[in-house]
């Protein structure tokens, strides 16, 4: 099966992970934040973003597990045939 023609990358993912340090019995409470917008690759997004993610990392009650930018990118395979 040949390849197509790669694709645009799709729309940037924002996905931000954090622990509260306090303890709902014996584990923290996991939060898993989606930033969405109508356009995800503005060029006020990432500082938003950063904004949030730096809010979070100076939290005493909070711990920033980890923060991406994501995208995929998808590549057709047509038949031989």
């Known amino acids: 099966m ?14 931000i992970t954090a622990n509260s340090l306090d303890s709902a019995g014996d584990y923290p409470v996991a939060f ?6 109508d356009n995800p690759d503005a060029p006020a997004v990432p500082a938003i973003v950063q904004k949030f993610v730096d809010l979070i990392d100076a939290s005493p009650d909070f711990r920033l597990m980890s ?8 590549q057709p395979i047509t038949p031989t045939g």
Do not use: C, F, M
């Open 2 to 15: 040949p390849l197509g023609t790669p694709g645009d990358p799709t729309a940037s993912q924002w996905k």
């Open 32 to 37: 898993n934040v989606d930033a969405t917008t």
């Open 67 to 74: 923060a991406h930018r994501t995208y995929s990118q998808s």
